[in-house]
């Protein structure tokens, strides 16, 4: 596996490319797959923070941006989503909120929230990364991947990435 460089944004931001395109060079087979970011709903309940919350929720950018991590229960092999909360603020001060799941309203089977990694770059925003699985309905398998993200707070938009394989 691919050393990730933590000191420095642009590096790991580059390394995290280069570690998506050798994951995707030596997994095989790719699966085409999806990741949707989408506005909060009923995934984002409180209720839906994963226990203990000290482990499953982190703050970036001075407090101003917050990642938990979500369990809806069902369905089980898509129960896992992942909550944003950030800048930019509406007319009122209320910050954005997204879910980013798998497809639609279905999660995936796992994320790996005590393995988050950030980093900054000014020109892009804040970066993401994080293992997990996606469940493979063909076998009832867990897929192992990495999901990406990069949240620009300026405008709001979240850009995401995942590699997948078996």
């Not at 101003?64 to 369905?75: F, G, Q, V």
């Not at 129960?79 to 509406?90: A, G, N, R, T, V």
């Not at 005590?114 to 063909?138: H, K, R």
Request: glycine share 10%.
């Amino acid at each position: 596996m691919m050393k990730r460089e933590q000191n420095s944004s642009k590096g790991f931001s580059m390394n995290f490319r280069k570690f998506l395109a050798v994951f995707a060079m030596t997994v095989t087979p790719m699966l085409a797959t999806a990741q949707e970011v989408g506005e909060c709903d009923w995934r984002s309940s409180a209720r839906n923070i994963g226990e203990p919350w000290a482990d499953n929720t982190r703050t970036f950018s001075n407090g101003k941006t917050r990642l938990a991590l979500l369990d809806t229960i069902e369905p089980a092999a898509g129960s896992i989503h992942l909550l944003i909360i950030s800048p930019p603020y509406d007319e009122l001060g209320s910050p954005q909120c997204k879910v980013i799941s798998h497809f639609g309203s279905v999660g995936f089977t796992g994320l790996e929230f005590s393995q988050l990694e950030a980093s900054y770059d000014p020109s892009t925003g804040l970066t993401f990364v994080l293992p997990g699985a996606i469940y493979n309905p063909d076998n009832g398998s867990n897929i192992p991947m990495f999901l990406g993200l990069t949240l620009n707070q300026a405008t709001g938009v979240i850009t995401t990435e995942m590699a997948v394989g078996e």
